[in-house]
């Protein structure tokens, strides 16, 4: 019983620190842990993981490490594909593979959504580059050099959550 109210103090440290790295990593050996707690903690940390995951990459995203994002959003939703976040997921990293012309990465993302409708209300909003509309069927999909033509840029990132999840103390 300690050791979880020791560890949950833990996680709301990092927190209230902003050291979302550092959380992410103490997150994933807490949960990784047979010993730590019970089945309700752990539900608990995973959902942080996957909060504060997504929130980190769109950190990235907006801080222009496309690289990472893409990577980054594509392994989360591998990760996580029951989230309510994966298809948020998908469409930044499809997005984030377009702005680093990586074209059949971005399709391959785009085709990947499992909510059609969904993800193209989130293209609409977060805009795509020639890569992607082309996998919608959309006029002038054409690769350019730049991989600019017809983007739209979001301002903050993609599907950005929002700040990582409070931990309740107790």
Known sequence: KLACVSADLILDTYN??????????VSRK???DPKLCDATF????TTIIEQTSFNVLGAHQKSGEYEK???????FAKEFP???LADKALVGAAVAFDKINRFSDAVA?????????????LFETFGEGPAVRGATGAAGAEDD?????????????????????EIDGG
């Open 16 to 25: 209230l620190l902003k050291d979302y790295e550092g959380l992410l990593s």
């Open 30 to 32: 807490f949960r990784d």
């Open 42 to 45: 752990k539900n608990k940390v």
């Open 69 to 75: 994002t893409a990577n980054g959003f594509r392994d």
């Open 82 to 84: 029951k989230s309510e």
């Open 109 to 121: 993302m785009r085709e990947g959504t499992a909510d059609a409708e969904g993800a193209d209300k």
């Open 145 to 165: 050099e730049s991989g600019a033509e017809g983007r739209g840029e979001a301002e903050g990132g993609v599907g950005v959550a929002g700040e990582a999840p």
